[in-house]
């Protein structure tokens, strides 16, 4: 091999390890045997949620995934793989793929990190259960304008009771 192309592919090492410590959460998934739609859809999916995807040769995976200190997660890259990152929402990208792999049963979720932390295929499905960003702000919002909404009730009804005793 030249060292032309050793050079790139140590570049492109790096690259995918920078990518791999920045990430929020990371899913690995093996899409072999989707459909070009089908992946059209998907890829459209993840970019409209900033999460980035990608189908990277698994030895590039492993040496970034060990230079990143994820060696635990080289062990899943083994078959055709496929992974997301999102450097912002943590729920995402599990989400997402989740949600696609129940309609597209080619595609298959292997495992992936969550902020820095190696999980499993199940891990990550338990991820995609939870309510996305927007959903959690909306619950938080909810639990923090109920007390507020029992004390304006309790002052109207005082203030009806002393109007009728009036």
Do not use: C, H, W
């Amino acid at each position: 091999m030249s060292e032309a192309i050793i050079a790139k592919k140590a570049e492109l090492v790096d690259q995918v390890a920078e990518k791999m410590k920045a990430a929020a959460s990371i899913v690995v998934v093996d899409a072999r045997g989707l459909t070009v739609e089908q992946d059209t859809v998907l890829r459209r999916d993840l970019r409209g949620s900033e999460v980035e995807y990608k189908v990277i040769k698994n030895s590039i995976l492993r040496r970034a995934a060990e230079k990143a200190g994820l060696e635990e997660l080289a062990s899943i890259f083994v078959g055709p793989s496929a992974i997301a990152f999102s450097n912002e929402d943590v729920i995402a990208p599990a989400k997402i793929l989740n949600d696609f792999a129940k309609n597209a049963e080619a595609l298959e979720i292997k495992g992936g990190a969550i902020e820095g932390k190696v999980s499993s295929k199940e891990e990550i499905q338990a991820l995609a259960a939870l309510p996305n960003r927007e959903g959690m702000l909306s619950m938080l919002l909810s639990v923090l304008q109920a007390p507020v909404r029992n004390v304006a009730y309790a002052v109207k009804a005082v203030a009806e009771s002393k109007e009728e005793a009036a």
